[in-house]
C-alpha cells in the first residue's frame, strides 16, 4: 500500500464548477500534508498546507484533513481554465522527518 | 527573496556517462533536498541536508549516486554512471529548518534524458 494515495485523473471540471481533489494516506501518525500544484514541465508549487483535523480555507482554495479517516481533500471554487494543473498531495508521513508524496490528480477546466 | 536556482535546465547524455546537476538554495535555509520526479509519479526524495549533514539518504542508489553540500549552502548531486531509468526532472527544494509544517519550495528542476 502507498503511503499516499491520489486517483492520477484526469479529473475533468467545467469553468465556475467546484473541483474535488482526494487524498488517502496509510500512516495513522501522519503529521501535516500540503498540496502543491505543477503545471506541464514545471516545478511544483504550494497551493494550502494543512495539520489541524477540520477545514481550512485560502480564497477559493480549501484544504480538509479526516485524521480518523486518514483522508485530505483540496476544494477549488470558481473554477478557472488556469486551475488545469497536476494537483500533489504530500504527507510527513509516520515517524519519518520525510516528504511524501502522491503521485498526483490532473484536473483539467473545460470552458 | 531570490528563489531555489538549479542548473543545467536540460541535459541529454548516453547510458554510462556521469553527470552532475547544481543546486543553490534560498538563502538562510537550512534545509536542502534532492527529489527524482519521473514521468507521471509525484516526486522521490533522494537526499536531505540538514547545513551540511545528511539527514536522509534511504531512497539514493548510493552505488550510482552521491550528492555533497560541502559549506551547507549550495549542494551538488552526481550520477555516475547514468541508466536509462534515470530519466527524469531532478528537483531541488529547500526549507527553513526541516520541521514537519514547513513549506518545501522548489527549483526550476533539471530535466535529464539518457539514452
Known amino acids: 500500500q502507498k503511503e499516499v494515495e491520489q486517483n492520477s485523473g484526469p479529473l475533468s471540471v467545467p469553468e465556475g464548477a467546484i473541483a474535488s481533489l482526494n487524498c488517502t494516506y496509510s500512516?495513522?501518525?501522519?503529521?501535516?500534508f500540503f498540496w502543491y500544484r505543477q503545471y506541464s514541465g514545471k516545478s511544483p508549487e504550494l497551493i494550502m498546507f494543512?495539520?489541524?483535523?477540520g477545514d481550512k480555507e485560502d480564497g477559493r482554495f480549501t484544504a480538509q484533513l479526516n485524521k480518523a479517516s486518514q483522508y485530505v481533500s483540496l476544494l477549488i471554487r470558481d473554477s478557472q481554465p488556469s486551475d488545469s494543473a497536476t494537483y500533489l498531495c504530500?504527507?510527513?508521513?509516520?515517524?519519518?522527518?520525510?516528504?511524501?508524496f502522491g503521485t498526483g490528480t490532473r484536473l483539467q477546466v473545460t470552458l | 527573496e531570490a528563489g531555489v536556482a538549479q542548473s543545467p535546465r536540460y541535459k541529454i547524455i548516453e547510458k554510462r556517462q556521469s553527470v552532475a546537476f547544481w543546486c543553490n538554495p534560498i538563502?538562510?535555509?537550512?534545509?536542502l533536498y534532492w527529489y527524482q520526479q519521473i514521468l507521471g509519479q509525484g516526486p522521490k526524495l533522494l537526499i536531505q541536508?540538514?547545513?551540511?549533514?545528511?539527514?536522509?539518504d534511504s531512497q539514493l542508489p548510493k552505488d550510482r549516486f552521491s550528492a555533497e553540500r560541502l559549506k551547507g549552502v549550495d549542494s551538488t548531486l552526481k550520477i555516475q554512471p547514468a541508466k536509462l531509468e534515470d530519466s527524469a526532472v531532478y528537483l531541488c527544494?529547500?526549507?527553513?529548518?526541516?520541521?514537519?509544517?514547513?513549506?518545501?519550495?522548489f527549483g526550476p528542476g533539471t530535466r535529464l534524458l539518457v539514452l
Open positions: 527544494a529547500s526549507s527553513l529548518s526541516g520541521g514537519f509544517q514547513e513549506t518545501q519550495y
Open positions: 500512516d495513522r501518525g501522519s503529521q501535516s
Open positions: 494543512i495539520y489541524s483535523n
Open positions: 504530500a504527507g510527513y508521513t509516520g515517524t519519518a522527518s520525510k516528504l511524501t
Open positions: 538563502s538562510g535555509h537550512a534545509t
Open positions: 541536508f540538514q547545513n551540511n549533514g545528511v539527514v536522509d
